[in-house]
């Protein structure tokens, strides 16, 4: 596939990988993008943005990037920590104090991020279109039991950390999560990179294609209920009404799954977060990085879900071999289903996105060689 784009001197490598993943894998269509120093070195795009029709993947293709999403809502919340108006390890309550009961009092929004705070899915069962709608979800969670004691074992907060974590920028800054990563972030750095993509930008998005049927989960599992709402969503279903295409989940602030964005977006977000990009200010200092690059939760989940290598810090993957590969141990970032890996690294300087709208669960080598190929090419 002759793909767009280019690449610097030095960083041919990476443009070899991204080929490599067109011929070799069920890749569709895709994007990668690289800062480095601040400064963009990889910027290549290709394939088919939807495979119905096939439209071309186009510069500036967005696409829905389920979990990579998760990232830039906690890039928002260490950014509101940073500025002294959040303190991650005071009591939610502090900001939310509704949160308060049924045993949530000492629920800090550390917890949160970290998968620890026993709230990984909902008692209650709010409609479709109560989801959507922002405050039904809020208030299911103020009601909600812990499964297990705050603080004490992990489990992946699939979707719920989106409204935990999202509600607390809510009540701090007065801005929905969207509202407020465009306005402290977003805008100034124009990045094509949304929790919640406004409706006029819906033609330009690359659909997201399966790879085979989707696996069978028992739909009672807990596995099934955190990834699926108690059923309300279709996981990883890709068609309308509740897959991950619906114009109506990716236009509602759904801020643990459902943003929108180019490859181009998250690179040079994670840029700005940890070198500034063009000469710009550094989002997030050293000591910002460093407190949330401690390991907060890893191995065997609350459920028993095994350990596959992957550790979190205070919201962000760290670096997790073929699991989650990134650079070393100052990086952080997030990957998403089907294949999405975005990421920043404040030691070589890297701000790195890729997406892609092929999704492929196991044995998906498509990020892992292109983080190899970078990792070549910066030790060259």
Same mark, same amino acid.
């Given at each position: ?73 906690? #890039?928002?919340?260490?950014? #509101? ?12 309550? @502090? ?23 026993? /709230? ?20 299911? *969670? ?24 999202? %509600? ?6 007065? *801005? ?24 006029? @930008? ?5 659909? #997201? ?7 069978? #989960? ?34 509602? %602030? ?19 977060? /940890? ?106």
């Amino acid at each position: 596939m002759q793909h767009n784009g280019w690449v610097d001197e030095g960083y041919g490598a990476v443009a070899d990988a991204f080929a490599r993943n067109f011929a070799e894998t069920p890749e569709l269509g895709a994007a990668v993008t690289v800062h480095v120093g601040g400064r963009k070195v990889v910027d290549l795009w290709g394939g088919v943005a939807d495979e119905r029709t096939g439209r071309a993947w186009e510069e500036h293709t967005p696409v829905p990037v389920m979990s990579a999403t998760k990232g830039v809502l906690v #890039l928002c919340v260490h950014l #509101l920590a940073q500025e002294g108006r959040l303190d991650l390890d005071a009591p939610v309550a @502090r900001y939310w104090p509704e949160f308060a009961r049924n045993g949530k009092e000492g629920i800090t929004t550390r917890m949160i991020l970290a998968h620890r705070a026993g /709230v990984p899915v909902l008692d209650a069962t709010p409609a479709f279109e109560e989801i959507l709608d922002w405050m039904p979800v809020v208030h299911a *969670l103020e009601e909600q039991k812990p499964l297990w004691e705050p603080g004490t074992a992990h489990e992946y907060h699939g979707h719920t950390i989106g409204w935990l974590a999202g %509600e607390i920028i809510r009540r701090v800054t007065g *801005l929905t999560p969207g509202a407020y990563f465009r306005s402290a972030i977003a805008d100034a750095l124009s990045l094509t990179t949304w929790i919640g993509v406004p409706a006029d @930008r819906l033609p330009s998005l690359a659909r #997201l294609a399966a790879d085979g049927p989707a696996p069978q #989960l028992p739909p009672d599992s807990l596995f099934a209920r955190i990834l699926t709402m108690n059923g309300e969503f279709v996981f990883p279903g890709i068609d309308d009404p509740r897959g991950w295409n619906s114009p109506a989940m990716l236009t509602a %602030e759904i801020p643990g799954t459902g943003g929108v964005s180019t490859a181009r977006g998250l690179a040079t977000l994670y840029a700005a977060a /940890v070198t500034g990009v063009d000469g710009g200010p550094r989002l997030l200092s050293s000591d910002t990085v460093t407190d949330a690059l401690r390991v907060q939760s890893s191995g065997v989940s609350w459920s028993g879900f095994p350990d596959l290598g992957v550790s979190w810090g205070s919201g962000f993957h760290l670096d997790s071999g073929s699991q989650v590969p990134m650079l070393g141990p100052r990086s952080f970032g997030h990957d998403g289903a089907g294949g999405h890996l975005a990421f920043g690294d404040d030691e070589f300087g890297v701000g790195f996105g890729y997406v892609a709208n092929r999704m492929i669960g196991a044995d998906d080598e498509r990020a892992v060689r292109l983080v190899a190929a970078l990792k070549g090419c910066l030790a060259g």
